[in-house]
């Protein structure tokens, strides 16, 4: 299985559980067939055997049916109707994940004994590497670029700042506190808790699905395993989980289209044309119903873009190459502009524009070799950021009195010197401010990952390893708990300020929409 050949086809191989041939009318099914092969589509390579237009057809009807379904709610009923929707999708997607990981460490020979089968069928110098959770001891060359792509994952991507479709959920809390603890449900569930979901499916799918080193150097292995995922749920689960666990994989890929597309349609509406066409192009201000107008067209323009990227990806970990290199260019600018006052509307775009002009000549001279990653994101993040830095000195500067209606009613913390002292606050305590708040990240990254890590060694030990490394983790993670847990439910971070601005939807007076 895992040296067959093929494409990840969108959405997660429907093809298994959505055979459109056989349920629609034969005249419709023809007349939509005979569009794709007009249009040359081609949307992934079929794993259960159907012939590449019919694969082709059927994975276009899902696609477009789940993006229809998300996008009337996600347009006509806006932030709230995404904040609903996505708080029962993600139950769905947490409930069928459990299930799945349940049924499938039980096929495998139950959690006991998974490093014994693991070792059994790859070796132990495979398998080792396999359950490894940080890495060996003699990683020597290869230890730069780990480091490279740890740090640049966290501070250059898209949403490094806390912003974007991870916002909404900030946003719809009436207060500071409750969207912090918001967030840290969102962190818990979602990077620890379904984590050691994943990884109890990933390691008894690779006893259940073996494959051999010939097979690993092979053309289109990376596709194949992630195909997978789709063929265990169809083969291992019984009826009714499969259900489940198909809407919980249809309800994951609608909340991030629905997310993706009320945070796109807020920059399209708030940041180019209200920000940017009306009031520097039209020198008018922006009336609602433009505003809601572009909004609803740019949803279908983003849909448009998304769908023939979509066509033209390999596998899902090319598509995730492909994100983190465009937005290395844009998460240090991102960051800056919250923590730097100098930083400004003309710095942002050229972020976008330098961006969009540095990935393609990085992919085309440098490919997507994984190898290759940490040097493509450093060149990426050095180019992008140094431009959008250059041009904030060469640009005008954001007026005054917009900086400090802005401080007044946000207070970010950082290098706000000069617009701070205007506004009554020292420079040492916006500087102090800021080192309390990484202080807290720093803190709770920690202990989400100690114990991300203990618990993960515990459950699927490495061959021959002692557990005392474990241990470590755990005690670290539940040592730091209370101290995250003071600063997330405490007032500590509330100050004399939160009375003036309750709300969290503040706009950034350059981009931040």
Not at 181 to 186: D, E, K, N, P, T
Not at 283 to 290: F, L, Q, Y
């Amino acid at each position: 299985r895992g040296g067959a050949g093929g494409r990840a086809g969108p959405p997660p191989r429907a093809e298994v559980f959505l055979p459109w041939h056989d349920w629609l009318p034969g005249g419709l099914y023809e007349m939509i067939r005979g569009v794709v092969e007009a249009s040359g589509i081609r949307l992934g390579d079929s794993i259960t055997g159907l012939d590449q237009l019919t694969t082709s057809t059927n994975n276009l009807i899902s696609i477009v049916l789940i993006l229809v379904f998300t996008a009337m709610y996600s347009i006509t009923g806006g932030l709230r109707a995404v904040v609903q929707t996505d708080v029962m999708q993600f139950s769905v997607a947490m409930l069928g994940t459990l299930a799945y990981a349940w049924f499938v460490v039980d096929a495998a020979g139950g959690l006991g004994g998974l490093t014994d089968r693991i070792v059994e069928i790859y070796g132990s110098e495979q398998a080792a590497k396999m359950l490894s959770f940080s890495p060996p001891s003699n990683a020597g060359e290869a230890l730069m670029p780990f480091l490279v792509i740890v740090g640049l994952q966290w501070l250059f991507q898209m949403n490094s700042d806390g912003t974007g479709y991870l916002a909404q959920r900030s946003m719809a809390c009436p207060t500071d506190r409750e969207a912090r603890i918001a967030g840290l449900v969102f962190t818990w569930l979602q990077i620890f808790l379904r984590s050691l979901f994943w990884l109890a499916i990933a390691i008894g799918l690779l006893v259940l699905y073996p494959f051999s080193p010939e097979e690993m150097n092979g053309d289109g292995f990376t596709a194949a395993r992630e195909a997978l995922f789709v063929t265990g749920i169809d083969e291992l689960l019984p009826p009714g989980f499969r259900g489940l666990m198909l809407v919980g994989l249809l309800a994951a890929l609608a909340s991030t289209v629905d997310t993706h597309l009320n945070w796109g349609a807020s920059y399209w509406s708030n940041d180019v044309y209200g920000g940017v066409v009306a009031p520097k192009l039209l020198k008018r201000k922006p009336k609602d119903k433009e505003l809601v107008l572009v909004a609803r067209l740019s949803n279908v323009l983003i849909l448009l873009i998304a769908m023939v990227i979509m066509a033209n990806l390999g596998s899902i970990q090319t598509a995730w190459f492909i994100s983190l290199l465009f937005g290395a260019g844009m998460g240090s600018v991102l960051v800056l502009r919250w923590l730097w006052e100098r930083i400004n509307l003309y710095s942002e775009l050229t972020a976008m524009v330098v961006s969009l002009i540095t990935a393609p000549l990085l992919l085309y001279f440098l490919g997507t070799d994984p190898e290759r990653e940490w040097i493509r994101l450093g060149i990426m993040s050095l180019v992008t950021c140094s431009a959008a830095i250059l041009v904030s000195f060469v640009t005008p500067a954001t007026d005054t009195q917009t900086l400090d209606r802005f401080y007044r009613k946000v207070r970010p913390f950082g290098f706000w010197g000069r617009t701070a002292s205007r506004c009554g606050v020292t420079r040492r305590e916006s500087l102090k401010a800021l080192g309390a708040r990484l202080f807290a990240v720093a803190v709770t990254a920690l202990s989400v990952y100690t114990l991300l890590i203990g618990v993960g060694r515990l459950l699927f030990p490495q061959p021959d390893g002692s557990p005392m490394l474990a241990w470590i983790c755990v005690v670290i993670g539940l040592v730091l708990m209370p101290v995250w847990m003071y600063l997330a439910f405490s007032r500590y971070f509330d100050d004399q300020h939160e009375e003036e601005a309750p709300e969290l939807q503040a706009e950034r007076p350059d981009m931040a929409g």
